[in-house]
């Protein structure tokens, strides 16, 4: 059950770059979202999707698209990378965006901008 | 606005004594949950415990407990008898029933001596 899957797990750019990390989830959720996290802040929501075809912004989406052509995948992509977008990413999902579902987790993406 | 406060950037705890960690929210939806992970040194997210808003009692899944006081919007973690590998970032979490996201608070590091 491999669940929600990441890649890639570490990723350097340069300035200006772009690049797509993906997410996919073998769950059947309908829920599914980015995360940011640096240290002392915790998680910051980016971007999420609460079925195929919607997605909405969260609270730091600049910098970032997304699109949700299924319910399996919900890739996050950077148009002209950022040292400021230097950041462990994470992707989740939830059956629902329902409060009482919990999400379940990639194991990240370490990214680097130099 | 920071829906989610966690006031303690660090604290330790001698094993096998019980520890309390901090977490208040701020929010007008009468329906939402509360969650906590635990982020171990390799990274990844494991969700601990849940409640919810119109929960009467506290939420426990083993080891910990959730003490959950409405009027004072507070949703402390609670770990008994605690262990080595307990040491790691703790999150506290809220999902809203009117909102399709999960925010987090910034985070507590918990470092268990031997």
């Known amino acids: 059950n491999a669940g929600v899957t990441q890649t890639p797990k570490f990723q350097v750019l340069k300035t200006g770059q772009s690049m797509t990390l993906q997410c996919a989830q073998d769950m059947n959720h309908e829920y599914m979202s980015w995360y940011r996290q640096d240290p002392g802040m915790g998680l910051r929501l980016i971007h999420y999707s609460v079925g195929a075809g919607i997605t909405d912004q969260g609270e730091v989406p600049n910098g970032y698209n997304v699109s949700r052509s299924t319910t399996e995948d919900f890739p996050l992509r950077l148009l002209l990378a950022a040292p400021s977008q230097t950041s462990v990413y994470f992707c989740?999902?939830?059956?629902?965006?329902?409060?009482?579902?919990?999400?379940?987790f990639g194991e990240g993406s370490r990214l680097t901008v130099l | 606005a920071q829906k989610i406060t966690q006031t303690q950037p660090g604290m330790f705890v001698q094993e096998k004594e019980a520890v309390t960690l901090d977490c208040t929210y701020d929010t007008s939806d009468p329906s939402y949950g509360l969650f906590w992970y635990k982020q171990p040194s390799s990274g990844e997210m494991i969700f601990l415990i849940y409640q919810g808003s119109y929960d009467q009692q506290n939420a426990t899944e083993g080891r910990y407990s959730l003490n959950f006081q409405k009027a004072r919007k507070s949703a402390n973690l609670v770990i008994s008898a605690s262990q080595l590998g307990d040491s790691a970032m703790y999150f506290c979490a809220m999902r809203e029933g009117g909102n399709n996201d999960m925010r987090f608070g910034a985070g507590t590091r918990l470092t268990v001596k031997p």
């Open positions: 989740a999902s939830s059956y629902s965006g329902r409060p009482t579902g919990e999400l379940f």
